[in-house]
Nanobody
Framework: VQLQASGGGLVQPGGSLRLSCAASGRARAMAWFRQIPGKEREFVGGVRWTDNNKFYANSVKGRFTISRDSAKNTMYLQMNTLQPEDTAVYYC????????????????????WGQGTLVTVSS
């Protein structure tokens, strides 16, 4: 499975962006992670494809929303009320295995990674 992430850019605090991740094939789950230089990659949110179960990191709950288009094998991340601390490179990932939700918060659950798209929140 190849993943192509897009939609990053520069946005002012309080603004919105929508990221897209197009997959070349069907995965069992997909997720977004983000990384700041010098820090570990952290989980943002994901969706288990088999039952459309969505799950989020506490830091983005209520502000970020994941959706999907099954026909296009594409996942979206709608990011609202963006803050400077959301600035990072955002990566999409896909898993081959239908794991329990608790494991899908972990980097180790994912087999494929996209190239990353930079989101900068600044005035």
């Amino acid at each position: 499975v190849q993943l192509q992430a897009s939609g990053g850019g520069l946005v002012q605090p309080g603004g919105s962006l929508r990221l897209s991740c197009a997959a070349s094939g069907r995965a069992r789950a997909m997720a977004w992670f983000r990384q700041i230089p010098g820090k570990e990659r952290e989980f943002v949110g994901g969706v288990r494809w088999t039952d459309n179960n969505k799950f989020y990191a506490n830091s983005v709950k209520g502000r970020f929303t994941i959706s999907r288009d099954s026909a296009k094998n594409t996942m979206y991340l709608q990011m609202n009320t963006l803050q400077p601390e959301d600035t990072a490179v955002y990566y999409c990932a896909a898993a081959d295995v239908n794991y329990v939700i608790s494991h899908l918060y972990q980097i180790e659950a994912y087999d494929y990674w996209g190239q990353g798209t930079l989101v900068t929140v600044s005035s």
